[in-house]
């Protein structure tokens, strides 16, 4: 099954900018990197995850607490996800996961192991 590694986790003061990579591997037989959507999504301490961004097909989708500041974007040819988060403010601060799921799923299903990003103040 599909494999993802984040990293490019940290710390860092408001204002900052991290960028984060996810690098997938273990795409199933007949499919490449074109089939899956992929996403990002973080987890506050104590709280369900929340879904961040996705990009599909060229499509681009952001929750309204990071839009303006955070561009998700990929390279094929490195099967790899990026998440550039720009102006972080300490309430950024979470776990940082990356998910896939094929184009045809209502779900996704593949996760990362997370990546900590801490904003001070």
């Known amino acids: 099954q599909v494999q993802l590694v984040e990293s490019g986790g940290g710390s860092v003061q408001a204002g900052g900018s991290l960028r984060l990579s996810c690098v997938a591997s273990?795409?199933?037989?007949?499919?490449?990197?074109?089939?899956?959507?992929m996403a990002w999504f973080r987890q506050f301490p104590g709280k369900e995850r929340e879904w961040v961004a996705s990009?599909?097909?060229?499509?681009?989708s952001y929750a309204d607490s990071v839009k303006g500041r955070f561009t998700i974007s990929r390279d094929s040819a490195k099967n790899t996800l990026y998440l550039q988060m720009n102006s972080l403010k300490p309430e950024d601060t979470a776990m940082y996961y990356c998910?896939?799921?094929?184009?045809?799923?209502?779900?996704?299903?593949?996760w990362g192991q997370g990546t900590q990003v801490t904003v001070s103040s």
């Open positions: 998910a896939a799921r094929l184009w045809y799923r209502s779900e996704y299903n593949y």
């Open positions: 273990g795409y199933g037989s007949g499919y490449d990197s074109g089939s899956y959507f």
């Open positions: 990009i599909a097909s060229g499509s681009t």
